[in-house]
């Protein structure tokens, strides 16, 4: 995670339908571009239509489109954790079976960074973040609730930079 506060495009998985040769010339710049540093003033739209030459108004539709095809998750800050509320990785087993299921609907919660498979009995690792540590329990209660699953809480004991950012596209 970024530990200076910046703000970032975070890619996402794309839908299977949508391929990286689906993306235009401008669409593949901005996703490399933005990964890190999009601009921190009162009109970053604006600054970024600017730098890739085309409307603000692109640069919106542009973002909304990639959400909607699945090659962005998220447009926004990215924080030290537990810098402004709370955070936690969290790991579960889930049957191969139900993977699919199970880590869609971890991703559909607002409060879910990102999750992903490893080969490890504990299967699923997903990145959690709240206003407090009282909102950040409540959801992984609800989570554990619905599924039926133990989710292994393994708060920050140690912190690492790892910039997620790389090139998508040439």
């Not at 936690?88 to 409060?111: G, H, Q």
């Not at 997903?126 to 329990?137: C, I, K, N, R, S």
Request: glycine share 6%; charged share 20%.
């Amino acid at each position: 995670m970024n530990t200076n506060g910046s703000t970032a495009i975070r890619p996402a998985a794309p839908d299977p339908s949508s391929t990286p040769e689906d993306l235009t010339p401008l669409e593949r710049r901005l996703l490399n571009e933005f990964q890190h540093h999009l601009p921190l003033s009162p009109t970053p739209f604006a600054e970024m239509a600017e730098r890739l030459g085309c409307s603000e108004s692109q640069i919106l539709q542009l973002l909304e489109d990639l959400q909607q095809r699945g090659f962005i998750s998220r447009v926004g800050p990215v924080f030290r954790p537990c810098g402004i509320g709370a955070s936690m990785l969290v790991a579960t087993t889930v049957p191969e079976d139900e993977l699919e299921k199970i880590a869609n609907f971890i991703s559909s919660y607002d409060e879910v960074n990102h999750n992903y498979e490893r080969q490890h009995r504990l299967n699923l690792w997903f990145v959690v973040t709240a206003p407090d540590q009282g909102h950040l329990e409540r959801v992984l209660e609800d989570m554990e609730h619905f599924t039926g699953l133990d989710l292994v809480r393994l708060p920050l004991v140690r912190e690492y930079h790892i910039d997620l950012g790389f090139p998508l596209w040439c």
